[in-house]
């Protein structure tokens, strides 16, 4: 047995018509009926799902995205009402602060008022009542000269004495 | 696992009792041979002759059925790896299939092979007209002396050498009847004379064994994607399960790693193409493995992939565009003088592209065939043909780890065959229809 491959007796390699004939037959329907009912229909179902699962895949992207704008814009809003509350706060001490002050203001623009009005009144009263103690004392003076004059004192002492009653009885009264 | 091997080495040792039971009896039985030696010695028939056109002189010449002994692998090889009139599982069942022949003289015949009462080694017991099978193989008598029959029986066959008018040496087959020999001729073989083949008096156009065989494997393949196709309908939007989900990365394989690569945006237009090339070619290879069905080389047999090849061919060429052609023809950017050798080399390229696509995957399934054969016949080689007990012991030992890694070797083979024939296809149509600005 020289060169198996070549030699006449290496069946397997001979070309014969009726094979090559049924070949072309089977594999041309399997080619046209594997195509028609199965690779087309396979290959169009995975496209469809390649499509799905980027779709899905994308709109999860978005989604992820859309969430993170949304917690962003939650962030600044937050922020914003931080800064608003801040504000706020701090309007509010300074308002404070002012009508605090503007009440001490107030306060002691009144209180000097009435300090003043205080100090008129108690001026007043101290001239009414200098005026009535002077007044009083004209009196007292006049209705003691009227009793000294009245009554006829013997002594020196007596007359103090009668004066000093005088004067106490005007403190009574 | 190892319950996967015991069963494997079981299968095997079945497989092996049957092709003992075959070759035990081969001795004994009608005795053809295919070395030219056998014929050597004191046998009766005189049909040993080196003299140029012995055929027509050989009719009827006596002869008588010989006992050949020994055991020759190459021969038991080259049968079971080739085509045959009927399909044989484990020597043992032997299913008759449909003869269509087409005959120079008479036209038309349509007739079954079970007429020929199949026996070991495939050859018929049988003649039906002219007919008789040899080898598994239908063959003609071509003696015009012999009278045809219905059904006369054929005693044996025997093979010899003559020179043919050219000189070139020829084997020569006889059918013996009634003690007299007649020359048988073969079918028509395409091969213009260079394989030992040529074209005869009859055309087999027969449903052979490998015809039957693809086309049951055709139809399985069919029968699993379409339930897998209706299953993607089905099951729309939902996750893959059972064969789906076996058959899918397969697909998407071939969609992501063959045509995308090589075809572009284009790549859809060739998928079913390539997928079918793909799973036809796998399918096949991945059948022939399988023990109890005939081993059936369907994927080893050059037939089958020139046609496959010749598509490849076909399509590759009606898409290819200007700029393909234009490579070919007038390869731009390059002077005259390697033009001139150039040109020449890319037309021949265009042929030897198919060619070797057809060679590659015919010797490598072949190949393997005959690997696992001829470590299966080391149980023959070494039970001197069923002549000692012990020696075939001592063969079986050998057979079943040499065997046993050559499946395994074969099985990756079957997918990387499978996927080197689908990617080479991938890469001369996607050379054939690349666009002009896609890579420049």
Known sequence: MNFIFLSSSFAPFQPTPGLALWSLIIFLLFWALMSKFAFRPIADALDKRNGDIQSALDEAKKAKEEMANMKAENERILGDAREERTKILSEAKDMKNQIVSEAKEQAKLEANKIATNAKIEIENQKKAAITEVKNSAGIMALEIAEKVIKKELKGKSEHEDFVNKLVNDFNMN | ?440
């Open chain 2, 1 to 440: 696992m190892k319950q996967f091997l015991i069963f494997f080495s079981l299968l095997l040792s079945i497989t092996m009792t049957a092709q003992q039971h075959d070759h035990d009896h081969d001795h004994d039985h009608s005795g053809h041979d295919h070395s030219s030696h056998a014929h050597e010695g004191d046998h009766s028939a005189d049909h040993e002759t080196h003299e140029a056109n012995h055929f027509a002189s050989d009719c009827g010449s006596p002869a008588k059925v010989i006992h050949r002994e020994g055991y020759d692998p190459a021969a038991t090889a080259i049968h079971h790896i080739s085509d045959a009139n009927v399909l044989t599982i484990m020597d043992m069942i032997r299913i008759p299939l449909p003869a269509i022949i087409y005959n120079k003289d008479r036209g038309l015949e349509l007739f079954s092979t079970g007429k020929f009462a199949a026996g070991h080694h495939d050859n018929g017991h049988y003649g039906y007209k002219d007919y008789v099978l040899y080898e598994g193989n239908i063959h003609r008598i071509t003696c015009s002396d012999f009278k045809a029959s219905d059904k006369f029986e054929v005693q044996g066959f025997d093979t010899g050498h003559a020179t043919n008018a050219e000189g070139k040496d020829i084997e020569k087959r006889y059918a013996i009847i009634n003690g007299k020999g007649y020359n048988i001729e073969q079918k028509t073989i395409w091969d213009g004379g260079l394989l030992g083949g040529g074209v005869t008096s009859f055309y087999d156009l027969s449903p052979t064994k490998n015809v039957v065989t693809m086309f049951i494997v055709a139809l399985l393949i069919f029968l699993v994607f379409r339930s897998v196709a209706k299953s993607y309908s089905n099951r729309d939007g939902q996750a893959p399960s059972g064969l789906q989900s076996l058959l899918e990365p397969m697909v998407v394989f071939i969609k992501d790693e063959v045509a995308i690569p090589f075809l572009k945006h284009k790549h859809k237009k060739y998928l079913p193409l390539l997928l079918t090339i793909f799973f036809f070619i796998l399918g096949l290879n991945l059948w022939g493995q399988v023990p109890f069905l005939g081993s059936v080389n369907v994927s080893g047999s050059l037939t089958v992939t020139m046609v496959m090849a010749l598509i490849v061919f076909v399509i590759t060429n009606i898409n290819g565009n200007s700029h393909y052609w234009g490579h070919i023809f007038n390869f731009p950017g390059v002077p005259w003088f390697v033009k001139m050798i150039l040109t020449p080399v890319e037309i021949l390229g265009l042929f030897i592209k198919p060619l070797t696509l057809m060679l590659r995957l015919a010797g490598n399934i072949s190949a393997g065939h005959i690997a696992i054969l001829s470590f299966v016949g080391l149980i023959f080689i070494f039970g001197k043909a069923g002549e000692s007990f012990a020696g075939s012991m001592i063969g079986t030992g050998l057979a079943i780890p040499l065997t046993l890694f050559m499946m395994a070797i074969e099985l990756i083979v079957a997918f990387i065959q499978a996927y080197v024939f689908t990617i080479l296809t991938a890469s001369y149509i996607g050379a054939a229809i690349e666009d002009h600005d896609d890579h420049h």
